[in-house]
């Protein structure tokens, strides 16, 4: 706590600005979607999310067809590992 408080004020705070970096990706997405969440920016239960997850798996399925090596099949991949932890959070299960 001091050494937040110490911080500069100048500093603009981020919402994650305390996730540790080193945490483990899967948890890392976990938290970030927790704080998200506090603010509003959820799904009302695990159907939607679950929902997103189906959505996601269309759209990595588009960008794998056209290029699996390209920065967007990445990005798609990505997106729907993250959907995925967010159905694990609504079902309370670690995602890891």
Known sequence: AQERSAKS?????????????NMP???????IQQRVAAL????????GALDKVSEEVEEVKEALAHNPY??????????????????ARHVKRDPE
Request: charge should be negative.
């Open 9 to 21: 004020a100048d500093a603009t705070p981020s919402l994650w600005q305390d996730i540790p970096v």
């Open 25 to 31: 990706s899967l948890s890392k997405a976990k938290k």
């Open 40 to 47: 509003g920016f959820d799904w009302p239960s695990y159907h």
């Open 70 to 87: 390209s920065d967007h099949s990445a990005e798609e991949l990505g997106d729907l590992l993250f959907a995925t932890v967010n159905v």
